[in-house]
C-alpha cells in the first residue's frame, strides 16, 4: 500500500462529493488518485467500481459488519482492504479508509487514512477487500518474474566471469 490523501472533501451541500473511496483504492492498488474513478456520486457506485476492477483483472468483495453477514469471516491476514464507516468529525456520512486484515476473524489495523486529521473511524460499517478475478494470474506472473529474475541472475554471474 502507497498512502494516498484524498483532494476533495466534503461539504454540507455535496455529501458525496469527498473522494476518501478513490483515494483508499488508489492506495491499495498503488496507482494515482487520478487513475482511479470518482463512483461514490451515483446510485450504482457498486457497479461502477466492479467494472472498473474488472478492466484490471480485480473484482471487489464487501462485507458488512455485523449481524449475519458477518458469518463470511475469517479473512486471511494480510489483506489490503478499504474499511468504511462513522467519524467523530461527522458521524452522520461514512468515510472510508484503508486497512489491514489481521485474520483470526473480523479483525484488522487502520494503515491509512485519506483524510487531512487522519483520525480514522469510530465505527466501521463494511470492509471491502480488491481480489485479482482469476488467481492463477497472480501465480503466472509470479513464475515469469522469477523467471526474468533467474536469467538476469544468471546474465551477471557470465558477465561477472567474463570479465574476471
Do not use: N
Request: include cysteine; charge should be negative; charged fraction near 20%.
Amino acid at each position: 500500500m502507497i498512502p494516498v490523501p484524498q483532494s476533495t472533501l466534503p461539504t454540507d451541500a455535496e455529501p458525496l462529493k469527498g473522494d476518501c473511496f478513490a483515494a483508499c483504492l488508489a492506495s491499495v492498488l498503488e496507482l494515482p488518485l487520478t487513475a482511479v474513478p470518482h463512483v461514490m456520486t451515483h446510485e450504482d457506485w457498486r457497479g461502477r467500481t466492479q467494472g472498473w476492477l474488472a478492466g484490471l483483472g480485480l473484482g471487489a468483495v464487501e462485507v458488512w459488519l455485523g449481524g449475519q453477514e458477518a458469518a463470511l469471516y475469517p479473512l486471511p491476514a494480510g489483506l489490503w482492504a478499504v474499511v468504511t464507516g462513522r467519524t467523530a468529525r461527522h458521524p452522520e456520512r461514512l468515510h472510508s479508509v484503508g486497512a489491514r486484515t489481521l485474520g483470526d476473524g473480523a479483525r484488522w489495523e487502520y494503515a491509512h487514512d485519506p483524510h487531512p486529521d487522519g483520525t480514522f473511524l469510530t465505527e466501521a460499517t463494511h470492509l471491502m477487500v480488491v481480489l485479482p478475478l482469476d488467481p492463477a494470474d497472480v501465480l503466472r506472473l509470479r513464475r515469469s518474474v522469477g523467471s526474468l529474475a533467474g536469467r538476469v541472475a544468471a546474465q551477471s554471474e557470465l558477465l561477472s566471469r567474463a570479465s574476471e
